[in-house]
């Protein structure tokens, strides 16, 4: 059922693969690359990939693999994503709801680093927010909550009066472990139980509330509340 929802906010919080960018057709040629070069079956590993740290997807494919030879390797495919943006575009709707963003609290929450989202936002034609949290920033890869709580904690926001948006199981699961709502962009959020679900971006009309909170009006399906 489709329905119009509204959640209170003092901060949002973005993934960007899948969310604010369509990077699949890159994710995919990188990745399947990856694949055969390992010998695994590619529907198999993307299903795995979308919103961890590339280390962090190797050790779930390669359970017996030493992580210093999954961090060496994450090194490589980080090069191979950043160098290929072909195809790469906004999830409509995202540049029109980022400018509505600004002069209130938000921030980046990326698995990506700070070289392939530069390159990847750019390729959208999307500006980067000023508040970034990337793979540099943390110790641990979605689903781990950290670099939601990292950014909420950079905000200066309590985690409960965030607002998270994520299209992946990884993602959301973070989102979830760090006591914060999920709003659910894209097909692949839906089957992970966020508090609501949007087909993409104009779907979500931002109001600033005079009290400093962001009001978000959700066109989508789920079970938000206020």
Not at 4 to 33: I, P, Q
Not at 116 to 128: E, I, K, V, Y
Not at 134 to 149: I, N, R, Y
Not at 192 to 218: F, I, N, W, Y
Request: glycine fraction near 12%.
């Amino acid at each position: 059922m489709t329905a119009t929802a509204v959640l209170t906010a003092r901060a949002l919080l973005l993934d960007m693969d899948g969310t604010l960018v369509n990077s699949d057709a890159s994710v995919e040629r990188v990745w399947r690359r990856w694949a055969d070069r390992h010998g695994l079956d590619g529907d198999e590993v993307m299903k795995v990939v979308h919103g961890r740290q590339g280390y962090a997807s190797m050790a779930l494919l390669l359970p017996d693999r030493p992580m210093k030879q999954n961090h060496a390797d994450n090194a490589r495919m980080l090069a191979e994503e950043t160098a290929d943006t072909e195809g790469v575009v906004e999830i409509p709707g995202a540049r029109a709801f980022l400018a509505s963003l600004r002069g209130l609290p938000h921030a980046l929450v990326t698995s990506a680093d700070v070289a392939l989202s530069t390159a990847r936002m750019a390729a959208a034609g999307l500006d980067l927010p000023a508040v970034r949290v990337t793979a540099e920033s943390v110790g641990a890869s979605k689903p781990d909550p950290e670099g939601f709580l990292k950014g909420a904690a950079e905000l200066g926001v309590d985690p409960a009066d965030c607002v998270v948006f994520e299209d992946s199981g990884a993602g959301i699961a973070a989102g979830r472990a760090a006591g914060m709502r999920v709003v659910g962009v894209g097909p692949r959020a839906g089957f992970h139980d966020p508090d609501v679900v949007v087909r993409d971006l104009t779907q979500v009309r931002v109001e600033a509330g005079s009290d400093g909170t962001v009001r978000l009006h959700v066109t989508g399906s789920g079970r938000a509340g206020a």
